[in-house]
C-alpha cells in the first residue's frame, strides 16, 4: 500500500481526469443515467424514500450511505425549513443532513404551484411600476410644457409651431386630439382661418384654436407681437396636462397654484370663482373634491350657503343613514365641502365680504391644503384601476383570456362600452401607449423567451417590452408556466450565506454592511432577464462572485459569460477545457443553461444545478471511497477535506463535519480526547493553530493537507509497514534524521 501522501496525490493532480475516468465505468454511468432520467418524476418525500435506486445515491453522494436504513431520520431531515435555525435537520451536529436537505426542495415543493401566469412578486412589482409610471410621466410632461413656454415665445409663424414635433403634440393633445391623425394642413387652416362649417374636426375644442394664437390669415406673426400672450399659452399648458392625466405633479401644482394667486385677489362673486374652470378644480382639489364629479352649480350654492342655517344646502348633505349610523361618504364629504365654505367669504348672495374673495392668510392657508390634497385625486384614480386590474388577473387563466379581457361600463344614455381593463393597465405600466401595440404584437411578445437573444421580443431592442415579457409566464401557446428566475430562493439563500462568511467574525457594523448589501442583490436579480443583464451587472456579479471567492479573478465579461454558459455535464467545455473547474459551484448556483437562457422554475424537487451537484458529488465520494478501498482511509480523508475546504467559514463548520474535524485533528496532532472538551474550548484550540481563511489559499491548503498525510500515516504506522521506505520518509530512518513530519 503506497503512502497516504502519494496516494492522496496520484488523484489530486488531476482529478478531473480521474472523474472522468470513473464517469464512464459502466456501473456508475448506468446509476447516474437512472438517477438524471427520475428525479424529475418525484413529487414528494414518499416517492423519493420508496424508490431505492434514487435515494441510496443521494445518500452516497451527500457521504450518508451508513445511514440509508435510516428512514424516519432522513425523512424528518427532508422536511425540515432550513431557513428556520430550530429546525430538525439544523440542530443535528453533522452538516451533512443540512446538505443532503438543501439539495432538494421538498419543503416548498408541496404547496407551491410554479404555473402561473404570474407569481405574486412579478404581480407586485407591475402594479409598482404602474404607479411609478404616473410620476414618470409627470416628469416627461413637465420637461415637455416646459419646453413648450420657451419655445412659443420665439415662433413667427405657423409653419415654425408645426414643424416643431414637441410643440405640435402639446397644442393638439392640449385640445383633445391625437397627434399621429391630426394633419398639419388641418391644424393650418385653424390656426390661420379659422374654423368653417363642415369642417371634419376631432372635437369642438378645435374650432377656438385661432382664438388661443395671434396667427394672421398669412400664418405669421405680425411685428412685435407674439404667437402667444402668456396667459395663452399657460392655458395650452393647462389643458395639455389635464387631458394627459397630468395635473397632478409637482410641475402642474406650481403653475396652478400661481394661477390661483393671480387671479383670487380679482374675484369678487362666488359665481365668477366656479366660473373659471382652471380656479374651480383648483379649489376643489385644495379640499379632496374630485373637479371632474362635482357640478359647478352645487360648488356654487355650497359657496352662498349659511352654516347657521340648518337648511342650506351645505347642511342638507346626508350624514346618517336611515337607522341613525353615521353615513361616512356623507360625512366625508359635507366635512370637505365645510373646509371649502370656511375658505372663502362669501355672503348668501355670492358676493365678497368687503369686495375680497379670501383674505391672504386665508389664501397662505388654502395653498398649503392644495398642496397636501392635489394628488389625492389621482392617487384614489390609480387605486380604483389597480384594484380592478387585480380583480381581472383572478380570472385569467391564459394569454388569450388577458388580451381579450372586456368590462361592461354603462355610460349616461345608457348603452355599454367596452375597455381593456388589464392589458391597457399592463401597457400604461411599461411606458407602452396602447393605442400604438397591437395586440398580435403583444402576445408575441408575451410568449418569447426573454432570456433568449434571438426571441422576438429581444429582435425588438426595446427595453419596455423585455420587461413586459419578463412580468408574465406563457408558454409559446400562451398557455401558464413557471417564471425564468436567474437564481432560486434557495440558492439566494445559500449565496447570501457564502457571502456574509467572507466577512469573518462578525460585529454589528458588518452585519449591517451584509444585510444592506444582499437586499441590494436580491433587489437587483429581480431585474435580470438574460445572461448579458447578468454579466454587465456589476452589483450582482461582484456580490456573487466574492461569495464564492472569485473576486481576485477580474474576468472579462465574454469568459464570464462562457464560463456560465459551459455545460457542466460535457467534460470537455469552456468551463472544464480552459481550467475553471473551480467557477463549477458558481455556475450551479444560477438558472442559466448551456444556451445562455433562464430555464423555468418547473416545481421539481430538485432543479437542474442541485442535479449536476448531486452527481459531481457522487462521482467524487465514489473516487473517494475507491481510493480509500485502494489505498487506505488517510487518502480517502485528504480527497475529502480537500474537496470540504471552500465550504469551511468557520471554526465551527469544522466541528460540524466529522470527517473534516478528523483531518484537522491529525494535521494539529490533537488528542481523541480532544472531541470530549466543550465546543468553546475545542473552537478556542483550533484557532490558536488554525486560521480557516488559509485553506482558501491552494498553496495553503495544499501544505496543510500534505501536513495531515504525513502525520496520519506517522500514528497509523503498523508493523507491516514499519519499513516502508517511502514512510520512512515521514517518520525518519535514525534517530540523526527527523524526516519531512519534522519539518511541518
Do not use: C, W
Not at 36 to 44: E, P, W
Not at 91 to 105: G, H, I, M, V
Not at 180 to 198: A, E, H, W
Not at 576 to 605: H, L, M, P, S
Request: glycine residues 6%; aromatic residues 8%.
Amino acid at each position: 500500500m503506497v503512502s497516504t501522501l502519494l496516494g492522496y496525490k496520484l488523484y489530486a493532480t488531476d482529478i478531473s481526469k480521474s472523474l472522468e475516468r470513473l464517469e464512464k465505468t459502466a456501473s456508475v454511468k448506468k446509476d447516474a443515467d437512472y438517477y438524471s432520467k427520475n428525479i424529475g418524476n418525484v413529487t414528494s418525500v414518499d416517492d423519493f424514500l420508496n424508490d431505492y435506486r434514487l435515494y441510496s445515491y443521494a445518500m452516497k453522494a451527500y457521504g450518508l450511505e451508513d445511514q440509508i436504513a435510516s428512514k424516519g431520520l432522513i425523512r424528518k431531515v427532508l422536511e425540515s425549513d432550513l431557513s428556520d435555525s430550530t429546525s430538525f435537520a439544523n440542530k443535528l451536529a453533522d452538516s451533512k443532513y443540512r446538505n443532503f436537505a438543501a439539495a432538494f426542495n421538498f419543503g416548498s415543493i408541496a404547496t407551491t404551484d410554479t404555473k402561473l401566469v404570474q407569481t405574486t412578486a412579478q404581480a407586485n412589482d407591475l402594479v409598482e411600476a404602474y404607479s411609478e409610471q404616473r410620476v414618470r410621466e409627470g416628469t416627461a410632461a413637465a420637461a415637455k410644457t416646459t419646453y413648450y413656454s420657451d419655445a412659443i415665445a420665439k415662433v413667427k409663424s405657423v409653419d415654425d409651431l408645426l414643424n416643431d414635433p414637441a410643440m405640435f403634440e402639446v397644442v393638439v393633445e392640449a385640445a383633445g386630439g391625437d397627434p399621429k391623425t391630426v394633419s398639419k394642413d388641418m391644424m393650418r387652416v385653424l390656426l390661420t382661418s379659422g374654423y368653417q362649417d363642415g369642417m371634419a374636426i376631432p372635437n369642438a375644442n378645435f374650432a377656438s384654436l385661432k382664438s388661443r394664437f395671434n396667427f394672421g390669415a398669412d400664418g405669421k406673426v405680425a411685428d412685435g407681437a407674439t404667437a402667444q400672450t402668456k396667459d395663452q399659452a399657460d392655458r395650452v399648458v393647462y389643458d395639455y396636462n389635464v387631458k394627459t392625466g397630468n395635473n397632478a405633479n409637482p410641475h402642474s401644482a406650481a403653475l396652478n397654484t400661481a394661477y390661483f394667486e393671480a387671479k383670487i385677489g380679482t374675484i369678487t362673486k362666488a359665481s365668477d370663482l366656479v366660473a373659471d374652470d382652471r380656479l374651480r378644480d383648483y379649489v376643489l382639489s385644495a379640499v379632496g373634491l374630485d373637479p371632474d364629479i362635482e357640478q359647478p352649480s352645487y360648488v356654487t350654492s355650497i359657496l352662498k350657503s349659511d352654516p347657521k342655517d340648518p337648511n342650506s344646502v351645505l347642511n342638507q348633505i346626508v350624514t346618517k343613514n336611515a337607522d341613525g349610523s353615521e353615513n361616512a361618504f356623507g360625512a366625508n364629504r359635507k366635512a370637505q365641502y365645510t373646509a371649502l365654505r370656511q375658505a372663502f367669504g362669501f355672503d348668501t348672495s355670492g358676493n365678497a365680504a368687503a369686495g375680497k374673495a379670501q383674505t391672504e392668510a386665508q389664501t397662505k392657508t388654502f395653498e398649503d391644503a392644495y398642496f397636501a390634497n392635489y394628488q389625492r385625486v389621482a392617487q384614489a384614480d390609480e387605486s380604483l384601476k389597480t384594484s380592478a386590474f387585480k380583480v381581472v388577473m383572478t380570472k385569467v387563466d391564459s394569454l388569450t383570456d388577458l388580451l381579450t379581457d372586456n368590462q361592461t361600463v354603462k355610460t349616461s344614455g345608457g348603452v355599454s362600452t367596452f375597455t381593456r381593463t388589464a392589458i391597457d393597465y399592463v401597457l400604461k405600466a411599461f411606458d407602452i401607449d396602447p393605442s400604438e401595440a397591437p395586440l398580435s404584437k403583444v402576445r408575441a411578445v408575451l410568449t418569447s423567451d426573454v432570456s433568449d437573444p434571438t426571441s422576438y421580443v429581444n429582435k425588438l431592442k426595446d427595453e419596455r417590452f423585455e420587461k413586459l415579457a419578463a412580468a408574465f409566464n406563457f408558454d409559446p401557446d400562451g398557455k401558464p408556466t413557471g417564471q425564468r428566475v436567474v437564481q432560486s430562493e434557495s440558492q439566494q439563500a445559500a449565496t447570501a450565506t457564502k457571502y456574509a462568511a467572507t466577512f469573518g467574525t462578525m460585529t454589528t457594523a458588518k452585519k449591517d454592511v451584509v444585510k444592506a448589501e444582499t437586499k441590494a442583490y436580491v433587489e437587483a436579480l429581480g431585474t435580470i432577464h438574460s445572461l448579458d443583464d447578468f454579466v454587465s451587472n456589476d452589483k450582482v456579479t461582484a456580490y456573487a462572485l466574492k461569495a464564492y471567492g472569485l473576486e481576485k479573478d477580474k474576468l472579462s465579461t465574454d469568459v464570464l459569460k462562457k464560463i456560465i454558459s459551459s455545460d457542466l455535464g460535457d467534460k470537455k467545455s469552456y468551463i472544464y477545457a480552459k481550467g475553471y473547474d473551480r467557477y463549477v459551484d458558481f455556475v450551479k448556483a444560477f438558472n442559466f443553461t448551456a444556451e445562455g437562457t433562464i430555464q423555468i422554475d418547473d416545481a421539481k424537487v430538485q432543479d437542474s444545478a442541485l442535479r449536476l451537484k448531486t452527481q459531481n458529488e457522487y462521482l467524487l465520494n465514489t473516487m473517494e471511497t475507491q481510493a480509500g478501498d485502494q489505498d487506505g482511509e488517510g487518502v480517502r480523508l485528504a480527497l475529502y477535506f480537500r474537496r470540504k475546504a471552500a465550504d469551511l467559514t468557520s471554526t465551527t463548520s469544522i466541528l460540524a463535519d466529522k470527517a473534516v474535524l478528523k483531518v484537522v485533528m491529525t494535521a494539529l496532532g490533537l488528542p481523541d480526547g480532544f472531541t470530549q472538551l466543550d465546543t468553546t474550548q475545542q473552537v478556542a484550540t483550533i484557532e490558536k493553530k488554525l486560521k480557516v481563511a488559509d485553506l482558501k489559499d491552494p498553496a495553503k491548503l495544499d501544505k496543510f493537507i500534505t501536513r495531515f498525510a504525513a502525520l496520519y500515516d506517522v500514528t497509523n504506522a503498523d508493523a507491516s509497514n514499519a519499513n516502508n521506505p517511502i514512510l520512512q520518509l515521514f517518520t525518519g530512518g535514525s534517530a540523526s534524521s527527523g524526516g519531512i513530519a519534522s519539518l511541518l
